[in-house]
């Protein structure tokens, strides 16, 4: 949009004005932000009303992206750029005496997801408004979310995350629409005069969705969309002094945390009530808006696909059924057809834990009219697919089974596409995961490979390589990351390659001047900056990453006097408050860390960083400034990965097993370029065919691994007899479950020859040109265009 410096200013000053009654010198830095945002939310209200119009009269097909988490990171920088005013404001606020990066750290960061999950989700709202795609996310507006961590004594503590404290600036309260979420109570069907059945529900615990709506805004196209955010309060028209304390708290935990502690029967039941709420809240609005501007609901799959982000919303596809059969009176073939023909399911994960199941006792005194829609998707599957593939086939992968709801099951089941995220993750689905499925549904399963939004991790987070991209080969890939491709032209270009070297010295001063302030650390500019950010899982293998820390501090102490090329070894990370073992990886690293910084021996040539509480905004200063990205997980365990492609479009050089979305990176930069390591998928499903992996012989026949391993327990690193003993044993007692001592040597190997080659600076800025200029190939925006040409079949501008 259009708005000039002069404008810019009087508009600012008049809001400051409007909203806080003084002069600008009278204000913080956070009532400059809520002022501003403010200001750029009127700015862009024409956009969004607009957007919304136009879809409705179109009859645009509306796609509803439906997730447990969304991870955005701050709002201000990207609307501005989105709305093409980063400059205007940022010279209209010098102008007035005041600093745009200044102001905009007084954001929180929305505390609405944890990992890579919530952010591609983000990543993929950016991408459907930047492509002028009718996109729409659904999710829960969590009061705390996750949680903020702490390190004390080295442990994690988790503390609330008070981010709505002073309100969130983007959001807007719908309450005119509202629903009513029904749990519990009981619940029967009523025979009808014309031979329907009606369900009858008494003595439910009703509880009131309220929408918060945060405008999505495109890449300079003027379109915003919508991400919906659902709050639990209690229901209307009651007489709330007849509710206890008990039972308003009960509704307030609904939305209070993400991902609350599962490890007991209460901590199921509020998962399981977070996951209806905001799927039947959403899907209750879906169907609300399609009956207010259509007639009839034979035309809703024509009009709306719903996409399930991972197994999460799964409850999206009964609640559907429950919907167009009990207030629309649709058959159930009509009702099962057209919800399979609406919905699509992304699996991310192969881990059995995370596919989802319920007790069905739980399932069912929760959700009763959804437990008998989902025995009945069962007693259908299984009539119709037994004479097919026979009972045991379809035994296994049937809804309801071992006294579970098989969520995962369902999703297959209730959908009309499954995708993985990498090719390799989608071969592991069809041939182990899923497989029976795949054999049932073989058409349904394809691969959508995951993707980021470099208008985030490049143009935002790093604006020295943006610029210094814009010098060489112009600004269309700020729109079409592909061009990024012709940055090859400039391989042997020693100046271009020098400036790419000055970018990351930039960022990793940057970096240095965060670690100083909030650890009192300080660490080198000309070191490597090696670098594992990302979710605490034991199959990530951060403790592979230990073990080199430890193996270069012995080799320091061993040999103090010889060369040795400086290493910061940086983490962020959270670990699920009830993961044990993920804990004591978090107070092993901070162990380390304490023994290696504070060592004269070993100086200014070994450090480690741990910065607490990692979210965007510190991937936003870390991820520029990383020489070396650490994907290190057990191949055939992580889906895709998307840390990995921020990295590499940022220039850093990945340590990679081959898999997940490691084997495309390692395609597409060339392996020559990378550094790939470790057991395969196929050599690591051998060792499970045969059942003879041997931890304890990986441990005896390597001195200098046994050296590593022994040091968690024999007193070497101090403060860790309890942590140190339990991953200890986690190795040579039960095993090794993810084969950190298989893949150790080559691990190593790959360590050593990093140092070796980050001693010629020209070789190595030319393979992290290299990185940079594959990187397009991972944007957010055509895997988004692939999902709407394959899955969601919905037009959108083309990017070329």
């Known amino acids: 949009m259009t708005v000039t410096c002069a404008q810019f200013k009087r508009d600012f000053l008049a809001e400051i004005k409007t909203l806080y009654a003084t002069t600008l010198n009278d204000t913080s830095p956070l009532d400059q ?23 409705q009269t179109q009859h645009r097909k509306q796609v509803y992206y439906f997730s447990i988490e969304f991870l955005p990171g701050r709002l201000l920088m990207a609307n501005l750029l989105n709305l093409n005013l980063v400059t205007t404001v940022r010279h209209g606020l010098k102008e007035l005496g005041l600093d745009l990066d200044q102001i905009r750290q007084a954001e929180p960061d929305p505390a609405l997801g944890n990992g890579g999950l919530g952010r591609l989700a983000a990543c993929y709202l950016d991408a459907m408004a930047s492509l002028d795609i009718a996109g729409n996310g659904n999710g829960i507006r969590y009061r705390y979310g996750l949680f903020k961590q702490l390190f004390i004594n080295g442990y994690q503590v988790e503390m609330p995350d008070d981010w709505l404290r002073n309100g969130n ?4 309260r719908r309450e005119n629409k509202s629903c009513i979420v029904r749990f519990g109570g009981h619940v029967w069907l009523q025979p009808q005069a014309n031979g329907t059945l009606k369900p009858q529900y008494r003595d439910t615990d009703d509880v009131l969705a309220v929408p918060y709506d945060v405008g999505i805004v495109g890449y300079h196209n003027s379109v915003t969309n919508t991400l919906r955010l659902w709050s639990a309060e209690l229901p209307p028209n009651a007489d709330h002094t007849y509710y206890s304390q008990a039972q308003r708290d009960q509704i307030d935990d609904i939305t209070k945390v993400l ?18 709420f905001f799927t039947s809240a959403g899907v209750q609005s879906i169907v609300r808006h399609f009956c207010a501007h259509h007639h009839g609901m034979r035309t809703f799959a024509k009009q709306v696909a719903i996409h399930i982000n991972d197994t999460h919303p799964t409850l999206v596809i009964p609640e559907l ?4 059969m009990d207030e629309h009176h649709c058959s159930w073939d009509l009702a099962w057809a057209l919800t399979r023909q609406v919905m699509s399911y992304t699996n991310h994960t192969i881990l059995q834990e995370a596919l989802e199941t319920w007790p069905v006792a739980l399932f069912q005194g929760l959700l009763p009219r959804i437990y008998q829609i989902v025995a009945e998707i069962d007693r259908r599957y299984r ?7 026979g009972a045991a086939l379809v035994d296994q992968t049937a809804p309801l089974g071992n006294g579970q709801v098989r969520m995962a099951y369902l999703a297959v089941i209730g959908s009309h596409s499954v995708n993985g995220v990498a090719p390799l993750h989608t071969e592991l689905l069809k041939k182990d995961v899923l497989h029976g499925l795949y054999q049932v549904y073989p058409e349904r399963f394809n691969n959508k490979t995951n993707g980021i939004t470099l208008r985030r991790w490049v143009q935002l987070a790093n604006p020295p390589l943006a610029r210094t991209l814009d010098a060489r080969i112009g600004n269309l890939w700020r729109r079409n990351p592909r061009l990024l491709k012709t940055l090859l032209a400039y391989q042997y270009d020693q100046g271009f390659l020098t400036e790419l070297s000055q970018v990351k010295l930039a960022n990793k001063q940057a970096l240095a001047a965060l670690v100083a302030q909030r650890l009192g650390l300080q660490i080198r500019t000309d070191a490597i900056y090696d670098v594992q950010v990302k979710r605490l899982h034991a199959y990530k293998r951060q403790l592979l990453h230990v073990f080199e820390i430890l193996r270069e501090y012995f080799q320091i102490k061993d040999q103090p006097t010889a060369p040795f090329v400086p290493r910061v070894h940086i983490f962020g990370a959270k670990a699920a408050p009830s993961y044990h073992y993920a804990k004591a990886i978090i107070k092993l690293i901070n162990a380390v860390a304490n023994l290696v910084n ?37 191949a055939s365990k992580e889906a895709s990965g998307t840390s990995n492609m921020k990295l590499m479009a940022n220039g850093a050089l990945a340590l990679a097993t081959y898999d997940g979305a490691n084997v495309d990176i390692i395609q597409a930069a060339g392996a020559k370029n990378e550094y790939p390591f470790g057991l395969t998928v196929a050599e690591v499903y051998r060792y499970y065919q045969r059942g003879d992996y041997r931890a304890r012989d990986f441990y005896r026949g390597n001195p200098e691994l046994k050296r590593i391993v022994d040091s968690l327990v024999d007193g070497t690193i101090p403060g860790i007899s309890t942590e140190g003993r339990e991953i200890y044993d986690s190795l040579l007692r039960y095993n090794d479950e993810f084969f950190v001592l298989a893949d150790y040597a080559s691990y190593v190997a790959q360590q050593r020859q990093i140092s070796q080659d980050y001693q010629d600076q020209t070789a190595w800025q030319r393979r992290a040109l290299a990185n940079i200029a594959a990187s397009g190939a991972f944007g957010a925006d055509l895997a988004v265009a692939r999902y709407a040409d394959d899955i969601w079949q919905v037009p959108h501008d083309r990017l070329d």
Do not use: C
């Not at 059924?321 to 167009?324: A, F, Q, V």
């Open 259 to 276: 991902y609350p502690d599962d490890s007991n029967s209460a901590g199921q039941a509020l998962r399981l009530r977070q996951e209806y």
């Open 169 to 172: 600036v983007w959001e807007t």
């Open 598 to 634: 504070h060592d004269p021996v070993v100086g200014s040539r070994l450090k480690v960083v741990f910065i607490p509480n990692y979210g965007v905004s510190l991937a936003e200063v870390i991820i520029p400034a990383a020489d070396v990205s650490e994907q290190i997980s057990t």
């Open 33 to 55: 932000l809520i002022a501003l945002g403010h200001l750029v939310r009127r700015y862009d209200g024409p956009n969004w009303a607009k957007t919304a119009r136009a879809y």
């Open 383 to 389: 009539a119709q697919k037994t004479p097919v593939f």
């Open 321 to 324: 059924m429950r919907l167009l």
